[in-house]
């Protein structure tokens, strides 16, 4: 089975920072994008940022110049680094991947992590 576990969430002051962290694990042969989601109460779950397997970054532009999104292929591992965050950063952020296994057969199938709460008090 393919895994995402995220880690790195917290509670923080405005203007602090943050590193999400998202390790994949299992029978993986090639990860291809890998993103951040974020979905606070009451609101659908958006696109945060996302990064190709070459290294190129996609951001929304209300994180743009504020979050830096990173990947180590050796690893299998994600990064989000948050910087200046803001109340309205607040939210649980999902880790996602677009992942090639081996589980009985070849496959290519999208995963979700668990889940990380990050929280910036106003």
């Known amino acids: 089975q393919v895994q995402l576990v995220e880690s790195g969430g917290g509670l923080v002051q405005p203007g602090g920072s943050l590193r999400l962290s998202c390790a994949a694990s299992g029978s993986i042969f090639h990860i291809y994008s890998m993103g951040w989601y974020r979905q606070a109460p009451g609101n659908q779950r958006e696109l945060v940022a996302q990064?190709?397997?070459?290294?190129?970054?996609n951001y929304a532009d209300s994180v743009k110049g504020r979050f830096t999104i990173s990947r180590d292929n050796a690893k299998n591992t994600g990064y989000l680094q948050m910087n200046s965050l803001k109340p309205e950063d607040t939210a649980v952020y999902y880790c996602h991947a677009d992942i090639v296994s081996k589980i009985g057969s070849i496959r290519r199938d999208t995963y979700w992590g668990q889940g990380t709460q990050v929280t910036v008090p106003s």
């Open positions: 990064i190709t397997t070459g290294g190129s970054p």
